[in-house]
């Protein structure tokens, strides 16, 4: 994974073990712009989250990135739903199989691994 989205994983896994359940993407951004500079409608920051999508998918995790919602919904943003829902066919399936996969990663908190590869 890129420096980016490995520093991405490491703050949403450290604040679900934490039992901060969420975090809007300017928030994160703010965070992980302690390390690598970045901004809430960054292309590399939502580049990072896609990547970090498919290496929870790959891994058989849930999608960490369901916690990461805009400030004005309470949801991820669309090109969250395009990459982990994307056989969803309405928004308001979509936005289930968000529901869902948002109550695994709390759920499956402990099951993050240190180090996502």
């Known amino acids: 994974m ?3 989205a490995t520093e991405i ?3 949403l896994r450290r604040r679900l073990r934490a039992s901060h359940l ?3 993407y300017g928030a994160l951004a703010a965070e992980v712009s302690k ?3 970045t ?3 960054s292309r590399k920051l939502h580049a990072a989250l896609t990547e970090l999508t498919t290496a929870c998918r790959a891994q058989a995790l849930p999608c960490l ?3 990461v919602w805009s400030a004005s919904t309470r949801r991820p943003s669309a090109g969250y739903y395009k990459v982990a829902h994307s056989r969803s066919r309405s928004e308001l399936a ?3 199989a968000w529901e869902r996969e948002y109550n695994r990663v709390v759920a499956g908190a402990a099951a993050f691994p240190a ?3």
């Open 2 to 4: 890129s420096p980016l």
């Open 65 to 67: 990135p369901a916690m």
């Open 94 to 96: 979509a936005i289930m």
């Open 22 to 24: 969420s975090i809007t």
């Open 35 to 37: 390390k690598i500079p």
């Open 115 to 117: 180090v996502l590869a």
């Open 9 to 11: 994983y490491k703050t």
């Open 39 to 41: 901004h809430a409608r």
